[in-house]
C-alpha cells in the first residue's frame, strides 16, 4: 500500500507564508497526478492545486497567483507553496495521489493551516 504524509502546516499572520509538503511511502505508487485539497468548518473538500507527472498545473481561482504547486517525481512527493495567506485559507489541507500501479487516488490524513486576521 501507499502512505501520504503531509508536513508544514500551522498558525501564521494573514500576509504570511506558508510552505505544505507531501511525501509516499511505500510500494512504488507512481502517481500520474499529485494535489492539494482542503476543507474549512462546515464546507465541502475543495481542490487547492493539482500537478500531472507532465508538469500541467491546475488552480482554484481563489488561489492563483499565490500558491505553487511543485513535485518532485523522483521522491513521490508534492510541495505547495502558500504565499499572501488569508483568513479564508484556514482549513484542513489534504495531499492525494493518484496512482497508476494501483488504479486509485491516495490520500494524507490532513494538515491544519490556521491564518488569523
Known amino acids: 500500500q501507499v502512505q501520504l504524509v503531509e508536513s508544514g502546516g500551522g498558525l501564521v499572520q494573514a500576509g504570511g507564508s506558508l510552505r505544505l509538503s507531501c511525501a509516499a511511502s511505500g510500494s512504488n505508487p507512481s502517481f500520474y497526478t499529485m494535489g492539494w485539497y482542503r476543507q474549512a468548518p462546515g464546507k465541502q473538500r475543495e481542490l487547492v492545486a493539482t500537478?500531472?507527472?507532465?508538469?500541467?498545473?491546475n488552480y482554484a481561482d481563489s488561489v492563483k497567483g499565490r500558491f505553487s504547486i511543485s513535485t518532485e517525481s523522483a521522491k513521490n512527493s508534492v510541495h505547495l507553496q502558500m504565499n499572501t495567506l488569508k483568513p479564508e485559507d484556514t482549513a484542513i489541507y489534504y495531499c492525494s495521489g493518484g496512482s497508476a500501479t494501483w488504479g486509485r487516488t491516495f490520500w494524507g490524513q490532513g494538515i491544519q493551516v490556521t491564518v488569523s486576521s
Open positions: 500537478v500531472t507527472s507532465g508538469g500541467s498545473t
